[in-house]
C-alpha cells in the first residue's frame, strides 16, 4: 500500500522556530540590524539642506513616519522631515506650501522604481525646482529603471536589497537614511533591534533554555492563529499619539503580509486595527467592551514620556470635586488611563488582551517594538501557511491601473 496525504496539520512550535531560521537565509529583514551604518552617516553629514522631503508610498514611507512621529518632539533635530505620499492634490498643495522648496532635499524612494505615486508627485516636483545631484537623493533597487534615471543624473543612490519587502525595509536606507539626516541616532535604533533579535535567536531551542521573548512571540502567534475564527480582528491600543505612525505602520505590515490565500487554496487573513488612547477611550472602548466578541486587543503604554507637564493647581468653580487633579502630570494620567482601560477589558474575563510597556522615548524603544512586531508577522504567516512576503492582492490592483492610465493616452 502506499499513501500520500496533503493534511497539514498545526506546526509545533519548535518547528517554526525551525523554519524562521532557515528563512533568515533568504529573507534580508532578519538581518538589517546588524548592517554598517557608516555610508548613511557620512552622507548626512554632507546635507546642506534645511528641510527632507520624502517622497514615496507605503514601505517607503511609514517606518520612517512612525519613528520620527515618535521622537521628533524629545530631539533637538536639526533638519524638519516631510512625508509626500498621497497623490490626493490638496494634500501635495498644502504641505509644499510651507515648504521653502530651494532649502529642500529629496529623497526619491521606490522598491520597484517605477511606483506610480511616487513617480508622478516626483515629476511634479520636477516642475516646481530643478531635481539634480545637489538635492535629490534615490533609494531603490539597483537594477530599477529609477536608479537608471538617477545614474543618468549623477544623482547619489542607495540600495534596497532585493530580498527586503517594502513594508518590512525601515530598518534599511529606506528608513536609516532620512532619519540620519534629519538627526536621529540610527546606531541607537539598530540597537533597540538587534536586543530584540538577540532575545528571540539568542540560542537553539531546547526545553532547558526557553527565552521568553522567543516563547512570548511563539505563544501570541499560534493564539492569533488558532483562535483566528472567533477573534478575527487585532486592536492595538496605543496609548501616546506619538505611536500613531506605528499604528499606521503596523496596519501596512499586518494587512498586506497576512491577508493571503494558503497552501490549501483558502483564504486567510487578521484584520489590523490601529488606535489611540486616550481619545479612543470614548470611541472604540464601547465596542470593545460591549461589541462582538470578535476582537484581540495589544495595549501599548510609554512608561516614560520625558515630559514634566502638570494639571496645575487651579480650581474651578462648580468642578472643586475634580481638584485630585491638580498637580498631577499629564504623563500619568494617561498611564492611569491606559491601566483604567486595561482592568475594564480583563473584568469582562472574555476579550483576550496582552499589554506591551516601553521603557521611553527613545530611539532603541521604538526599534525594538516595530523589529519585535516584523517577527509577529513572520510567526503568524508560518502557522497559517502564508507567503508573508508577497502581496499579489496588492500587485494586480497597480496592473489594472497602469493598463487603464496606459488607455487614456
Known amino acids: 500500500m502506499t499513501y500520500e496525504h496533503n493534511f497539514n496539520p498545526t506546526i509545533s512550535d519548535k518547528d517554526v522556530f525551525t523554519q524562521i531560521v532557515k528563512e533568515k537565509e533568504d529573507i534580508?529583514?532578519?538581518?538589517l540590524p546588524f548592517q554598517d551604518t557608516t555610508a548613511f552617516k557620512e552622507y548626512a553629514k554632507e546635507v546642506?539642506?534645511?528641510?527632507?522631503?520624502?517622497?514615496?508610498?507605503?514601505?517607503?514611507?511609514?517606518?520612517?513616519y512612525a519613528?520620527?512621529?515618535?521622537?521628533k518632539h524629545s530631539r533637538d533635530l536639526h533638519k524638519k522631515l516631510f512625508f509626500l505620499e498621497t497623490t490626493d492634490p490638496i494634500d501635495i498643495k498644502s504641505k509644499l506650501e510651507?515648504?521653502?522648496?530651494?532649502d529642500t532635499l529629496f529623497v526619491v524612494i521606490s522598491k520597484s522604481g517605477t511606483t506610480?505615486?511616487?513617480?508622478?508627485?516626483?515629476k511634479y516636483i520636477n516642475s516646481l525646482v530643478t531635481c539634480d545631484a545637489s538635492n535629490t537623493v534615490v533609494i531603490t533597487e539597483y537594477d530599477s529603471k529609477l536608479n537608471a534615471y538617477a545614474k543618468i543624473h549623477r544623482m547619489k543612490r542607495f540600495e534596497i536589497p532585493k530580498n527586503v519587502g517594502g513594508r518590512f525595509s525601515v530598518f534599511s536606507a529606506v528608513g536609516l537614511l532620512p532619519l540620519a539626516i534629519v538627526g536621529i541616532d540610527i546606531d541607537?535604533?539598530?540597537?533597540?533591534?538587534?536586543?530584540?533579535?538577540?532575545?528571540?535567536?539568542?540560542?537553539?531551542w531546547s526545553e532547558s533554555k526557553k527565552l521568553e521573548t522567543n516563547q512570548r512571540l511563539l505563544k501570541k502567534a499560534r493564539f492569533l492563529v488558532e483562535y483566528k475564527n472567533s477573534f478575527n480582528i487585532n486592536v492595538v491600543f496605543s496609548y501616546s499619539s506619538r505611536l500613531e505612525g506605528f499604528n499606521k505602520w503596523y496596519i501596512q505590515l499586518w494587512g498586506e503580509s497576512l491577508g493571503k490565500i494558503d497552501i490549501n487554496n483558502t483564504h486567510q487573513g487578521l484584520t489590523p486595527v490601529?488606535?489611540?488612547?486616550?481619545?479612543?477611550?470614548?470611541?472604540?472602548?464601547?465596542l470593545i467592551i460591549q461589541g462582538r466578541r470578535d476582537k484581540t486587543v495589544t495595549v501599548i503604554k510609554v512608561e516614560n514620556f520625558d515630559n514634566d507637564l502638570k494639571i496645575p493647581a487651579v480650581t474651578l468653580d462648580g468642578l472643586e470635586e475634580l481638584d485630585y487633579l491638580n498637580n498631577l502630570e499629564f504623563s500619568s494620567l494617561i498611564k492611569s488611563q491606559a491601566d483604567a482601560t486595561i482592568e475594564s477589558i480583563n473584568a469582562v474575563g472574555d476579550i483576550p488582551c496582552d499589554v506591551i510597556s516601553?521603557?521611553?522615548?527613545?530611539?532603541?524603544s521604538i526599534a525594538s517594538l516595530m523589529y519585535e512586531y516584523e517577527l509577529l508577522t513572520s510567526l503568524v504567516g508560518k502557522f497559517m501557511y502564508i507567503n508573508t512576503y508577497d502581496q499579489p492582492g496588492v500587485e494586480s490592483g497597480k496592473i489594472i491601473l497602469k493598463k487603464n492610465l496606459g488607455n487614456k493616452i
Not at 534580508?28 to 538581518?31: E, F, S, T, W
Open 28 to 31: 534580508g529583514y532578519y538581518n
Open 48 to 64: 546642506k539642506q534645511t528641510n527632507v522631503v520624502v517622497i514615496g508610498i507605503g514601505g517607503s514611507s511609514l517606518g520612517t
Open 67 to 71: 519613528i520620527y512621529k515618535y521622537l
Open 98 to 102: 510651507n515648504i521653502d522648496l530651494e
Open 116 to 122: 506610480v505615486e511616487t513617480v508622478s508627485i516626483f
Open 188 to 204: 541607537e535604533l539598530l540597537r533597540g533591534a538587534q536586543e530584540t533579535h538577540n532575545d528571540f535567536f539568542g540560542g537553539m
Open 274 to 286: 490601529g488606535i489611540i488612547g486616550p481619545i479612543d477611550q470614548h470611541s472604540f472602548l464601547q
Open 358 to 364: 516601553i521603557d521611553g522615548v527613545c530611539e532603541s
